[in-house]
Structure formats: structure tokens, C-alpha cells
């Protein structure tokens, strides 16, 4: 059986990842499985444990960077984040694509630690401007004014890391990024065959 495809999809927070990692979901063709992060925040209104994120201690956060289970972690505004390995591994090995939804700093952590015959598949989402950007950011209603600001600042400096990712993609229409995010992922998978 064929290995699965590992995919990487990241973009400034606002950008939309979750609504077109959404999308890309629903196409069956993808044969996909969304790999669920570690999280030590605290849920938003509407997450789901499980489903958004894992919602864990720091406690269990550390045990599991400790045990080597993370694919990749990263701190940031005050919380950890990171992949588990042993769910992405057992759902590659059994032929299924992953898709993983991180930052810049867990990309570069998995581009680096993948071997030259896996690399993983990447797109990086950027917004059609830094004032779209923020208008999204402050239409989510969710955080303080000094967690806006900090965000900014990190996207404007994510952005510039869009070069090492296989496919930049520009989200100025939910439906178009998708078919082109969906357009790259067949290719890769037809290529594999």
C-alpha cells in the first residue's frame, strides 16, 4: 500500500485556513484525514475538543514533547501548540493523506524533518491585503486589542516564509483557493500512482 501524501497548509491567523481546510475536506477524491493539534488555550465559542483542537494541560503538553509524539510544537501568545505523530503516521501508513494545519515555525520544524523522498506537500494562504487581514482578525470579536496587534505583526512577518512552501495560494474567493488547493493535491496524488 502506498504511503500517504503529508500536507502542510499555513497562512497568517484571519487568512481563512479553517473555512478552506473545510472545504478541501468534503472532496472524497482527497481521500484525506485532518490532523487535530495540541493546544493549551482555552476553547472559542463554537470549538470542539477533538474536532478544532486538543484541548490539554500544559502538563500533558510537555509529557507528549517529552515522549517525542509531536511531529512539531510551538509557543506562542502565551500557549503551546504541536502535532501528534503517532496519529499521522498510523493514517499515512494505511494510505490515507494528512493534512496538517500549522504555523510557519511547525512547517519549517516538519519540512526540516522530513527526508529528501518525503517531503510533504505545502501551501501557504496569504490574505489580497494586510487591511483585508485585519479586518478579518477584528471581525472575530475574540481577543484584546494587544493579541490583535501581536498577530499582525506575526503575519506580516509569516508572510515573507511563503517562498519555502511548494504553492502560495492567495484567499480573495473561498471557492477559487479551494479548487486550487484541491487542483495541487490530485496532481500530487496522480503523480504518486
Known amino acids: 500500500m502506498k504511503r500517504g501524501l503529508l500536507i502542510i497548509m499555513s497562512g497568517p491567523s484571519g487568512v481563512g485556513k479553517g473555512t478552506l481546510r473545510q472545504m478541501i475536506m ?3 477524491e482527497l481521500n484525506l484525514y485532518f490532523s487535530v493539534s495540541l493546544t493549551t488555550r482555552l476553547p472559542r ?3 470542539q475538543d477533538g474536532v478544532d483542537y486538543y484541548f490539554v494541560s500544559e502538563e500533558k503538553f510537555k509529557e507528549d514533547l517529552a515522549n517525542g509524539n509531536l511531529l512539531e510544537s510551538n509557543y506562542f501568545v502565551s500557549h503551546y501548540y504541536g502535532t501528534p505523530k503517532d496519529k499521522t503516521e498510523e493514517m499515512r501508513n494505511k494510505g490515507v ?3 496538517l494545519e500549522i504555523d510557519v515555525n511547525g512547517a519549517r520544524q516538519v519540512m ?3 527526508g529528501e523522498d518525503d517531503k510533504p506537500l505545502s501551501f501557504f494562504i ?3 491585503s494586510l487591511e483585508a487581514l485585519e479586518a478579518r482578525i477584528r ?3 475574540s481577543e484584546p486589542e494587544d493579541v490583535i496587534q501581536e498577530r499582525l505583526s506575526k503575519a506580516k512577518r509569516e508572510m515573507s ?3 519555502h512552501y511548494t504553492h502560495s495560494v492567495v484567499n480573495d474567493n473561498l471557492d477559487v483557493a479551494a479548487e486550487e488547493i484541491i487542483s495541487f ?3 500530487e496524488i496522480d503523480k504518486e500512482l
Open 26 to 28: 468534503e472532496n472524497k
Open 97 to 99: 493523506n494528512v493534512l
Open 161 to 163: 516564509e511563503s517562498v
Open 45 to 47: 465559542a463554537g470549538e
Open 112 to 114: 526540516d524533518n522530513c
Open 126 to 128: 496569504l490574505p489580497p
Open 185 to 187: 493535491i490530485k496532481k
Open 139 to 141: 471581525g472575530r470579536r
